[in-house]
């Protein structure tokens, strides 16, 4: 906040809590400061921190939904082949049953409208 005046053991004791993993964003709010006069102390220390993570957290969590929804995705087209799998194999059967009129399918397991597996 403008015009704040922060006393040096804070900003040490802020500085020292980020480096040991905390969030800026969590300390701007719990301190009721600017996270970019936090990162303004950080760089004037050359103390390096990720915006709002913990050491590439948001990176890792971006990364995990990624997968997420390609396995998503993954999953709703194998299911979409197996159904024209299935389809296939009925439609093959049906084929070659209508071409072959004269064979008897007295015996034959499959009988139209049935599922061929």
């Known amino acids: 906040m403008r015009g704040v005046v922060v006393l040096p053991a804070v900003k040490d004791l802020i500085i020292n809590r980020i480096k040991n993993g905390e969030k ?3 300390l701007a709010f719990e ?4 996270p970019n006069s936090i990162r303004k102390w950080l760089k004037d ?6 915006r709002g993570s913990n050491r590439g957290g948001s990176s890792e969590i971006l990364q995990i939904s990624k997968l997420q929804r390609e396995k998503q995705q993954l999953l709703e087209i194998i299911g979409e082949l197996t159904v024209l799998t299935r389809q296939s194999k009925k439609n093959l059967v049906e084929h070659f049953l209508s071409k072959l009129p004269h064979i008897s399918r007295v015996g034959l397991s499959y009988t139209k409208g049935t599922n061929v597996s």
């Open 24 to 26: 800026v964003d969590d």
């Open 31 to 34: 301190f009721n400061l600017s």
């Open 45 to 50: 220390k050359g103390v390096t921190s990720s």
